[in-house]
């Protein structure tokens, strides 16, 4: 049932102009979400919402996020060409297929080992490759980095110093930093070994982000 159908491409197309009327500019991003067939993350029960802009229940307390939010995320990061990009958070799988239609190399991690398990199924079957790690976003991939770009998709009450540690100098961290009811959208700009240039770019609310003690 992988079918991406001309009325598929048709909705995504509309979403596009959706999201470009809010704001979003940069046409590598546009492009990213107008290619990214979206119903195939969503479970059958919601698939006529697929191309909605909103956000929408994956499971395990979790949810695919709105494509707006995505793609706000993706425009601040500003992956380019065989970046090396971490996200924090695959969730469904979807902010990881933009990042890689941006042409970015993409590693992504996962606490909820049911969204990892799908998300592993999922992506090759729909032509994404993404490196896909099942552990403690906190911890970020001490062993793959440093990292050009990361991307946390949960919300934190303070950047792990771990993450910033693994963002090669030069590099932008985004992530949604606040409260559990209410986050800022941040970008870091990391412009020496200790040295960082945060910016605010208005509020969300996201899900937060599990601690490596949480259980499954």
């Not at 102009?17 to 991003?29: D, L, M, S, T």
């Not at 933009?98 to 049911?114: C, D, F, I, M, P």
Request: charged residues 20%; glycine residues 8%.
């Amino acid at each position: 049932m992988m079918q991406d159908t001309f009325r598929h491409k048709g909705l995504r197309k509309k979403l596009v102009e959706e999201i470009k009327a809010k704001g979003i500019k940069n046409p590598k991003v546009l492009e990213a979400i107008g290619k990214v067939p979206r119903h195939l993350f969503m479970d059958s029960s919601f698939l006529e919402f697929a191309y909605q802009d909103k956000a929408f229940p994956i499971g395990s307390g979790q949810t695919i996020s709105q494509p707006y939010t995505v793609a706000f995320q993706t425009e601040l990061l500003k992956p380019n060409e065989n970046e090396k990009v971490l996200e924090i958070g695959t969730g469904s799988g979807y902010q990881a297929c933009v990042l890689l239609e941006t042409g970015a190399r993409v590693y992504s991690v996962e606490r909820q080992k049911k969204l990892f398990d799908k998300a592993s199924r999922l992506l090759p079957g729909i032509g994404y490759r993404p490196k896909l790690f099942y552990g403690d976003g906190y911890a970020g991939l001490p062993t793959f980095a440093p990292f050009d770009k990361i991307l946390i998709t949960a919300s934190v009450s303070k950047i792990p110093q771990a993450l910033l540690s693994q963002l090669n100098t030069g590099g932008t961290l985004v992530a949604p930093v606040g409260s559990e009811n209410i986050q800022v959208m941040q970008s870091i700009c990391k412009s020496g070994p200790e040295e960082y240039e945060i910016q605010h770019h208005g509020t969300f609310r996201f899900v937060p982000m599990l601690s490596n003690t949480a259980n499954d």
